[in-house]
């Protein structure tokens, strides 16, 4: 008898364990459902400043170097699912999108990643200060043109945060494709994807603007997305979020397409044979075709040298009579652009073949190794210089300031870009920690 009491009072105990086991665990779930809602309902609601959607294109394409490009493509690569193992980060069809608030409906608008308001804008999943709207930001890029033209105003950093928040930026240093998808969920765009790109053309043909991926070829020499905003007969209009001035006249490149400030032309021969696509990305508009030209593109000279070692001949126009020469290593600054001709200033041409985007002189640099894609900190408040005579335009910076090396100017001066700001400038060597 005794026995048996003490048995009851066992399972009685084990029954009361079980119980606030059970309760615990339930509490506990409820609270993560709970937890899990709030994430949820944490959705971003940005509303954007109205003075700040009247500045809404980008009005500026600075001057670049191909150089330049390279580095930026080390940066900058476009990412499909198959890169790693998607989990969470793949589109999974989720019911849950954020409620964005957008700015008022402005049309088709031009952004470009570099532009000073938001080219260093982190755009990182893992806290890399070198992952930021500049360097690798031309997703976001693409898809604020793509939202902003169908629906309401919205910026690159803006898109870039959204992409980051719900993990459609990658760990390296892409975009994931299925953000494209995303984008069209959260903002209820009609979209289709396709490889072929006859299939995009038909898009463009039926109202569609149509965001392209493309690996190294006519408009990266990494991985990169552009917008094709429409097609004229057999020319495409394309929006490039990574233009910049005279990137369409290197040698690769020149007469492969016609650029008009902030708008690239290019037939559909050579957007095939050059443009080396993968993926495109399409999203329905309602055919207005409204674009916002608020102010014109400032599309300033660009920098070559002179690469002929007998010299250069000027001429008063293209294939016109001589008026001058230019010795080998002149440095030149291009304004237009006729065929093969290149217009260095007024009534002077020069014919493009003979023109490069650095010296090709051999000087003192070729007698210590490269440091070019080095970090450096800076040991005391320097000053960094537009002009790479370290004169011209000054800005200064603090000590401990991190920079990267993009070109080794001579044994004293590098053109650096400060990874904190963006900002591109030369520096005295000294100045190093």
């Known amino acids: 008898m005794r026995n048996r009491k003490k048995r009851i009072i066992i399972i009685v105990i084990i029954m009361a364990c079980i119980g606030i086991v059970t309760c615990l665990f339930w509490n506990g779930k409820e609270q993560g459902k709970e937890t899990i809602t709030n994430l949820v309902e944490d959705l971003t609601t940005y509303e954007m400043p109205e003075e700040e959607i009247k500045e809404l294109p980008s009005t500026e394409i600075i001057e670049q170097t191909e150089e330049q490009e390279k580095e930026v493509a080390k940066e900058q690569e476009v990412e499909s699912e198959s890169f790693e193992e998607q989990g969470e980060i793949a589109y999974h069809g989720t ?4 409620n964005v608030r957008l700015g008022s409906y402005k049309g088709l608008t031009y952004y470009s990643q570099i532009d000073s308001r938001w080219r260093s804008h982190l755009y990182t999943s893992v806290g890399n200060s070198s992952q930021n709207i500049g360097t690798s930001g031309c997703g ?3 898809a604020a043109m793509i939202v902003t033209a169908t629906k309401g105003a919205i910026t690159p950093p803006e898109m870039g945060d959204l992409f980051v928040k719900y993990g ?14 995303f984008v069209a969920d959260t903002f ?3 979209y289709q994807e396709t490889y072929r790109l006859e299939d995009a053309i038909d898009l463009l043909k039926r109202d569609h603007y149509v965001i392209a991926s493309c690996a190294n070829g006519l408009f990266t020499t990494g991985g990169h997305f552009i917008v094709l905003t429409g097609i004229e007969g057999d020319t495409i209009r394309i929006y490039d979020p990574y233009l910049y001035s005279g990137k369409f006249e290197t040698s690769t490149r020149r007469g492969k397409v016609r650029v008009e400030g902030n708008t690239i032309y290019c037939n559909i021969y050579n957007f095939k044979k050059e443009a080396n696509y993968q993926k495109f990305f399409a999203y329905q508009h309602d055919g207005k075709g409204e674009v916002n030209n608020i102010q014109q593109v400032n599309t300033a000279g ?4 002179v690469k002929a070692k007998i010299g250069l001949n000027v001429r008063n126009a293209p294939n016109g009579r001589i008026v001058g020469a230019l010795t080998n290593g002149s440095k030149v600054m291009v304004y237009e652009t006729s065929g093969e001709w290149s217009k260095i200033g007024n009534s002077q041409w020069v014919s493009s073949n003979y023109l490069t985007t650095s010296t090709g002189i051999s000087n003192s640099v070729d007698s210590y190794p490269s440091t070019v894609g080095e970090y450096r900190i800076l040991k005391t408040i320097t000053n960094l210089y537009s002009n790479e005579n370290l004169t011209g335009i000054r800005y200064c910076y603090l000590p401990q300031t991190k920079i990267r090396i993009i070109k080794n100017i001579s044994s004293s001066v590098d053109y650096v870009c400060c990874v904190k700001t963006g900002r591109y400038a030369y520096v005295n060597k000294k100045n190093y920690k």
Request: proline letters at 7%; hydrophobic letters at 15%.
């Open 188 to 190: 209820d765009i009609g």
């Open 302 to 305: 660009y920098t070559r040298y």
């Open 140 to 142: 976001p890029t693409s």
């Open 168 to 181: 459609y930026r990658s760990s390296n240093n892409g975009t994931y494709w299925s953000a494209f998808k």
């Open 95 to 98: 019911s849950e999108y954020p």
